[in-house]
């Protein structure tokens, strides 16, 4: 079975903190994915990645980073944390193209931005 | 574009049967179709890529209408454990085709 795990469930972060939340898969896949996602709104795609040190931004990345040094881990960095980054973050990844692809996705972190 | 999921909630008792839609304003190429019960993370139910194709899974199938850029799943015979929200993602071909556009989710409440 395919694992994607993140670093917390919860986090409490301040105002201008920066932020790092991390997300490890155990099956070798090539693609990853972060969303975030809000009551009323699902899913937004925040960045995702398709290989080593490759980066793409999704629909709403102002404000946020990605870091991928290796395959099996995808970082999502807020440079300042603002109150309007509460949220929850989930971490996605695909063997093959995310068109015709499992996702398999991660636990979730709660990010609260006091 | 974020599809348009219909109804955004619906409440059944168990064994009624409830209908999901899913229509995106672009050409599809694929609908993924997932569940997420409260707390959890998202998963899996199935994919259907162009070609207009039906698939099943349990109780629980989803037909691909290319021509009208719309799926719809169908639950039968809902059982309490199909409570949850129930999510549509769209996958276009070309450059966009790593990434899935989620739309924003029906709610389903089954009760006894």
């Known amino acids: 079975d395919v694992k994607v795990t993140q670093s917390s469930r919860y986090l409490v972060k301040r105002t201008g903190e920066k932020v790092f939340l991390e997300c490890v898969q155990d099956?070798?896949?090539?693609?990853m994915f972060w969303y975030r996602q809000d009551p009323g709104l699902g899913l937004r795609l925040i960045y995702f990645?398709?290989?080593?040190?490759?980066?793409e931004k999704g629909d709403i990345p102002e404000g946020y980073s990605v870091s991928r040094e290796k395959k099996e881990r995808f970082s999502l960095i807020l440079e300042s944390a603002s109150t309007n980054q509460t949220s929850m973050y989930l971490c996605?990844?695909?063997?093959?193209?995310?068109?015709?692809?499992?996702?398999?996705f991660g636990p979730g972190t709660r990010l609260t931005v006091l | 574009q974020q599809p348009v999921q219909s109804p955004q909630a619906v409440i059944l008792r168990e064994g009624e049967d409830a209908v999901i839609n899913c229509s995106s304003s672009?050409?599809?190429?694929?609908v993924h179709w997932y569940r997420q019960k409260h707390g959890e993370a998202p998963v899996f139910l199935m994919i259907?890529?162009?070609?207009?194709e039906q698939k099943g899974h349990e109780k629980i199938s989803a037909s691909f209408n290319e021509k009208k850029q719309q799926s719809s799943l169908y639950l039968t015979a809902s059982q309490l454990s199909y409570s949850g929200t129930y999510f549509c993602?769209?996958?276009?071909?070309?450059?966009?085709?790593?990434?899935?556009?989620f739309g924003k989710g029906t709610k389903l409440s089954v009760i006894p």
């Open positions: 672009k050409a599809l190429y694929s």
């Open positions: 099956m070798d896949h090539e693609n």
């Open positions: 996605a990844s695909t063997l093959w193209k995310g068109v015709t692809d499992t996702q398999y």
């Open positions: 993602g769209t996958g276009y071909s070309g450059a966009g085709s790593y990434q899935l556009t």
């Open positions: 259907l890529l162009k070609g207009g």
């Open positions: 990645s398709y290989d080593v040190k490759m980066k």
